[in-house]
Structures are given as structure tokens and as C-alpha cells.
């Protein structure tokens, strides 16, 4: 009877061990910044305006040769919010280059004003299918010390091809809810035949909302639904050894390929929560049907991913119609085929490592469907303190095909 248990046992870990191989693109113990000068860099340092090990990155995007790393300002010191590491030639220890950049990135001082394509602080950013840049500023400094809204939350855009900037978008005060609002994410539905027909999906994390805009109307329009908001029972969370509590609501979006009408399904979950639900994009596109009470009823439940499936991040790729999930309290990345229904069952584990997965901040799908993975350590950065000597900041990729490779998603 041991023996046989042994053998299943022993199945079980090979099971795991035969799970997708992420390939390690970045490792930082601390990030580094490209500053014009060591002098420029020297002063910052001096001025508090650069604290080094107040720095973490958190958001993660590729386009063509560049990845994308966002640090927000969650506390003094942070170099520049927006920057990228080239992916040529590799160098795991890359220093982060502001984008588009220093002065963008760079807080006024005194009575100056933050430039139009200024980007204080962001969270997550987003590159559609027109080679724009999509970044959701917070416009708020200093988060976990002494904030300070250094300019209203906007959508600043940027022409990837030119680095300058489209346009940007100050969200209007009825998009907001008060002091509660959040954005920490955004994602665009666009197509490269009708990019001036684009419309951005903004999560509000804080005030359980959902702003949609409107390139063509350059106009935006705030949602609310209760299935925004955050489930009480999966607030309370244990990662990287460190014991919290959040409330964190509507949070990770995904976007389905387009039906026939032009219509994608926004596939939806708050942070502290486990079910996934889904609203077509035909209901929040219209202004007048958004905010109408009848709308109600099209959002639906997908389903619960089971205990200790709590998802930051998630994307879906058009091919297969495969939902990934980051999951922050497994260290890991999950998938859920999107044509089954969901349920424990379905939710495949792609990948799990419980050194180098801690926090699976970010992810993103590019566009030849590689999966971009970014694992900071967040809850040890803002509950206690990061150990530099560690590696504590991971950039992983891994083709979409292989990561599904042996899981229940598959077929
Ligand atoms: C990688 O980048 C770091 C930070 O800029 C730099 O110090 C190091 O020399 C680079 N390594 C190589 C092999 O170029
Ligand atoms: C978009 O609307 C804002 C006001 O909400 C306005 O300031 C801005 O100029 C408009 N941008 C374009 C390109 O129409
Ligand atoms: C928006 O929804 C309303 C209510 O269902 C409908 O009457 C109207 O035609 C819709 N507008 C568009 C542009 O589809």
C-alpha cells in the first residue's frame, strides 16, 4: 500500500516538475536608472529625490524591442515612474530608461506645472494594436507616506512609433468617487483597421467602478455594478510569508476576440475575491445603457477559481480563448479555457515557484503570443522591508503554447 502511495506520489511531482519553463529575461536585486550623468544621479540622491531601494517595479509590457517597467511612487525617491528596458542586447540587470523621458518623469518643484505628457505615477500600462501607448497616471505621489496629488488622474497617450505624446485625458470628477478611486490598470479595445474608434476599460480598485472612454467621443462615462466590488471572505491574504488584509475590488480585465458585431466579452474579477465574471463591451460602450439600472442583469458570473485563487493581472489570448491568471497567494500563473465552464476543476496551475514567483505583480500577452511575467515580492516591500542582497524583482517569458502544454486548458 506504501509503495503504491509512494508511486503516486512520486507521479505527482513529476506532474509538476513537467510544468511550462519560464525563460528568466530580468533579475534585480535593486533597479538601476539610465541617468544623464553620475552627477545628475549623485544629487538626486542626495536631494532624497532618488531612494534607491524605494523603487519597485510593478508593471510590466512589451513592444517590439522594448519592455515596459513601471515603478509607481508608492513612497519618496522613485526616479521616474515610466521606463523601459531594451531587450537588445540582453542584460538581466538592465537600467531602466524613462519614457518618453527624464523630464516627464521628473516631479515640479515649487510653482512649476507637470507637463502635458508628464507621467507621475503609474501602475500598469497598456500597448494596443495601433502602436500607442495607453498609461493610466494616478497623478499621486507618495502613496504609504504623505500623499500628494500632484495632478488629477489622467490617460496620457503616446505614438510608440514617435514617442510623443497623442493626447491626454483628464478623467472627469463623475468618474471618480471621491478620494476612494484607484486606478492601478487599464485596458484597450482597439483594432489596427479603426484605431480612432478605440475605447478604454479603467478598473477602479478603490471605488468599485469601472470607467469606460471613448477615443472618438474623447469622452468618459463611471460604471458601477456590485460584482465590483471586493468578497469579504477573500480579503485576507498570506504571501511571500507576510499576513494582510485588503479590500481591493474590481481589478484585472481581459478582453475576448471580437463576435460579429465588432463586440468583445470583458471577462472581470476584483482582487479579494475568487469568482470571474463577464460583461459584453456592446453594454458599456453605450453611454446611455451603462448607466442605465437596467443593464444590471448582462453582467454575468463565470464562476469561482476555487480557495487561494486570488488574481491581480489576467489576459486572454484571441487564439485559443485562454484566460491566465496570475495567482498571487500559490505563487504561480493559472489558465482557464474560456469554453469550459469555470470551476476548481478548469483552473489549470501553469506555473508555481515559491522563491521566484512571490507576487506575480503584471503580466502581459505580446503579440506573438508570449506571455511576459513580472513577480516583485510587493507585500515584503510595503509591510516590511525588501533585502537587497536578494534578488527580489523577476521578469519571466514564456510562449503561450508551451505554458498550456499537459494542463487541463489544452483542447
Ligand atoms: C547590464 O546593465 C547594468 C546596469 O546598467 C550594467 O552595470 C552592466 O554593466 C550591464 N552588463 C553588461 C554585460 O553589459
Ligand atoms: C478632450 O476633452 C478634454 C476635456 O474633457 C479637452 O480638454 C481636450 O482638449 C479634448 N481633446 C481632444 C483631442 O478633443
Ligand atoms: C444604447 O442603448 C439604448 C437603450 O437600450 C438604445 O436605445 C440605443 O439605441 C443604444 N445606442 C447605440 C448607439 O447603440
Do not use: F, R, W
Given at each position: 500500500m506504501l509503495k503504491v502511495v509512494l508511486i503516486f506520489f512520486v507521479g505527482v511531482v513529476g506532474l509538476c516538475a513537467a510544468a511550462a519553463q519560464l525563460e528568466e529575461v530580468f533579475a534585480w536585486k535593486e533597479v538601476s536608472f539610465a541617468w544623464p550623468s553620475e552627477e545628475a544621479k549623485n544629487e538626486a540622491v542626495k536631494t532624497g529625490d532618488?531612494?534607491?531601494?524605494?523603487n519597485l517595479p510593478l508593471g510590466v509590457e512589451r513592444w517590439r524591442d522594448r519592455i515596459f517597467v513601471t515603478v509607481p511612487r508608492w513612497k519618496a525617491g522613485v526616479a521616474s515612474s515610466l521606463n523601459y528596458v531594451p531587450l537588445?542586447?540582453?542584460?538581466?540587470t538592465a537600467s531602466l530608461i524613462p519614457y518618453p523621458d527624464w523630464k516627464a518623469n521628473t516631479l515640479p518643484k515649487g510653482e512649476e506645472k507637470p507637463t502635458e505628457n508628464a507621467v507621475i505615477s503609474t501602475f500598469r500600462v497598456k500597448v494596443d494594436a495601433c502602436d500607442r501607448l495607453w498609461v493610466m497616471d494616478t497623478g499621486l505621489a507618495d502613496i504609504l507616506g504623505s500623499p500628494n496629488l500632484v495632478s488629477p488622474p489622467a490617460i496620457v497617450i503616446f505614438d510608440l512609433k514617435t514617442d510623443k505624446l497623442i493626447r491626454r485625458y483628464t478623467l472627469k470628477d463623475?468618474?471618480?468617487?471621491?478620494?476612494?478611486s484607484f486606478f492601478a490598470n487599464i485596458v484597450v479595445d482597439a483594432t489596427p483597421d479603426k484605431c480612432d474608434e478605440a475605447f478604454a476599460y479603467i478598473p477602479d480598485l478603490g471605488g468599485y467602478g469601472l470607467v469606460v472612454y471613448s477615443f472618438a467621443e474623447n469622452d468618459s462615462w463611471r460604471i458601477k455594478h456590485n460584482f465590483f466590488h471586493f468578497d469579504p471572505l477573500s480579503g485576507d491574504l498570506t504571501i511571500g510569508g507576510v499576513n494582510f488584509q485588503w479590500t481591493d475590488g474590481l481589478f484585472g480585465l481581459a478582453l475576448s476576440p471580437q463576435n460579429e458585431n465588432g463586440y468583445r466579452t470583458l471577462y472581470f474579477h476584483a482582487l479579494a475575491s475568487t469568482n470571474e465574471f463577464s460583461v459584453n463591451t456592446e453594454v458599456l460602450r453605450n453611454k446611455t445603457l451603462a448607466t442605465d439600472?437596467?443593464?444590471?442583469?448582462?453582467f454575468k458570473l463565470e464562476g469561482s477559481k476555487g480557495p487561494g485563487s486570488q488574481t491581480s493581472a489576467s489576459v486572454l489570448d484571441e487564439k485559443t480563448n485562454i484566460l491566465f491568471l496570475t495567482q498571487l497567494c500559490k505563487d504561480g500563473v493559472a489558465c482557464w479555457n474560456t469554453k469550459k465552464p469555470l470551476n476548481p476543476e478548469n483552473l489549470g496551475l501553469i506555473v508555481q515557484d515559491h522563491e521566484n514567483l512571490i507576487f506575480t505583480n503584471d503580466m502581459k500577452l505580446d503579440h506573438e503570443r508570449n506571455l511576459w511575467i513580472l513577480s516583485d515580492k510587493m507585500p515584503i516591500f510595503i509591510y516590511k522591508d525588501l533585502n537587497p542582497e536578494e534578488v527580489n524583482y523577476r521578469i519571466f517569458k514564456v510562449p503561450v503554447d508551451e505554458a498550456i502544454k499537459g494542463t487541463i486548458c489544452e483542447a
Open positions: 532618488y531612494i534607491v531601494h524605494n537588445t542586447p540582453a542584460n538581466k463623475s468618474d471618480l468617487k471621491g478620494e476612494e439600472p437596467s443593464q444590471y442583469n448582462m
